[in-house]
């Protein structure tokens, strides 16, 4: 019976830490979805040439992440409502 009782709670600590994991990726793309959301206020905003040419590469940055985050989403099977918070 003890074996079964702590066999239940590591299962149960298991399945909370995978909740926390997907929460702090799915908090990630959320983050990088409003980075990318500024950096393109930003590059319709912007006159500087250089200034532009930065807006470029932050735009390939946060891309990079946000293919990242979503390949560890689909690996790891986190999934969301497209409407919840």
Known sequence: METV???IQQVAKTSVKKQEDHG???DEL???SR???CNDKW???ECNADLIDAC???RIELMA???HLLQAAREQGVSAS???K
Do not use: N, T
Request: charged residues 25%; glycine residues 0%.
């Open 5 to 7: 009782l702590k066999y």
């Open 24 to 26: 702090r990726i799915l």
């Open 30 to 32: 959320r983050e990088v």
């Open 35 to 37: 980075l990318l959301a």
């Open 43 to 45: 590059f319709q905003m």
């Open 56 to 58: 470029v590469h932050q």
């Open 65 to 67: 992440r946000y293919r």
């Open 82 to 84: 497209p409407f919840s």
